[in-house]
Structure formats: C-alpha cells, structure tokens
C-alpha cells in the first residue's frame, strides 16, 4: 500500500526546507560531527581558483608582453589573436577583427569557451560548489542552504552543455598545438629554447585535460552496447578511462602550466629574462 501524498511530500514541503534539514531527517544541532579540518580543502580550493582568475583575468585585458617576435612565442591567453590590435607577428590566422577598445580581451574568441568549458567540467562542479557555495562544504557537512534543485533549473542546466564544449575545447587545444609548432623558430630558421619546453608541456597537459573528460569518455565508448564488435572504439574508450582516473589532478596541472606559460612568455617578451636557447 502506497503511502499517502501527504507522506510522500512532506519532505519537499517541509517549512520549504529539504535535504538535511527536512523533518524526515536526524534533527541535529551540530552542523556536522566531523572533528577533523574538514574545512581546510574548500578553503585551499577557493584559494587557488580565485588566485587563478584573478591572474588570467589581469593578463588577459593587459595587452602587452605576450608575444615574443624573436622566437614567435604566443601565450595561450592570446591565442588565437585575431584583431588588427594584436601586435604584427603574433596573428597566426590573420585579422578577420578591426581594432578593439581596451575592454574587450584580444582573444575573446576562445576565452568564453575555455571558460564555460571549465566552469561546466564535472569536476570543477564539485570544486567551486563547495568551495565557494557551501553546497556542501565538505562530506558529511550540512550545506546551509534551505532548499535544493540541483542542476534542472537555469542558470545551472546550462551545465549540460558542456558535451558541446568538449569539442571548441578540442578546436582550442588543435590551436595551441599549432602555436607550440610555430614556436619552433629563430632568427635564422629553425629554433629550440626552454621557451619550447614549456609550451610543449603546456599543450601536452591540455590535450591529457581534455582528453580525459567524462564527455571525451562517453562519445569514445560510452553508447555501445557491445564491446567486442567495436574493437578499435573500446581501446581508445579504455585509454581515455585511464586519463579519467586523473582528471581532477589533471584540472589542477594545467592551471598551473597555463599560468606558468604566460608568465614564462611575459618575462622573455618584457626582456626581463633571456630565453636559454638550445638550438638557434
């Protein structure tokens, strides 16, 4: 025998209250039992997140030191740079753009999408609700919100887009990889520096980041129904399986490298520091 509807919703309806905090839950004074520093991972995590757009945010509107014409080192937050106010050198794939004013970014092309593509990555999801929403701070921590309606209203169902991102994230990654090879140049030709190094492990770190997202998982393997008759599909669905295990190392790798990168380019392009060059 069903129980009647007034049973069945008296958590929904609850004084507007769910989850935790809902009559047909322990009524607990405590926020939590936990003894331990649950409070320290959302605390670093926040920490680094907002450090990180505070950085690429600066770096992103500044318009100088980006673009090393010597060796043709492009930083990845001005690829592609496709406005006739980059600097002569550094557009790779022309100007289609006129000039633009200070306010907007020179690769506004490619930053919403890097961006929306983070912002709905399953793992960053988890990062910046706990961190930065308390939803929820931590395991076995009560969120302080009242209600809860998860991703099916707007604005957070524009999370399930992010199968879409995957592939201007892999557009994205196809350009930086172009940058990376162009970088290969001196005065005279042919050209190798530390400079290379760091934006071959650059690129090599996005393309393991976004390789191994959920939704590069699933277009691989994840609609077959049968693995032995798609051979060579199930061998690249465990490859990526693999690369998955480490997504959210991987999510936190090339944050720094992609700092790292600009930061690296800033100061040879500044002539705060010479490029150590190997070849060329």
Known sequence: MSAPATDRNAEQHDNGRTGVFSSTRAQLSARTLR????????????????AFVAYATV?????TA?????????????????????VPGSSHFGTPFPELPMLVPLGFVVLPFL??????????????????????????????HSKYSGETRFPLIVQNAHRYLFYAAVVISLINTYDAITAFHSPGG?????????????????WAYTLSCHSCRHI?????KHFSAHPVRYWIWTQVSKLNTRHMQLAW????TLVFTDF?????????????????
């Open 35 to 50: 003894t331990d520093r649950w409070w320290i991972p959302p605390v670093l995590t926040a920490i680094g997140l907002g």
């Open 59 to 63: 770096r992103s509107f500044v318009r």
């Open 66 to 86: 980006y673009w090393v014409e010597e060796y043709h080192y492009l930083t990845p937050f001005y690829s592609p740079c496709l406005s006739d106010s980059c």
């Open 115 to 144: 961006l929306l593509f983070r912002l709905t990555c399953y793992y960053y999801r988890k990062a910046y609700y706990r961190a930065f929403w308390l939803s929820p701070p931590a395991c076995a921590v009560a969120e302080p």
């Open 190 to 206: 042919f050209g190798f520096g530390l400079g290379n190094v760091v934006l071959v492990v650059n690129v090599v770190a996005l």
């Open 220 to 224: 691989t393997g994840g609609r077959l």
């Open 253 to 256: 790798i090339t944050l720094g």
């Open 264 to 280: 690296y380019v800033m100061l040879v392009a500044s002539g705060t520091l010479t490029d150590l060059r190997f070849v060329g």
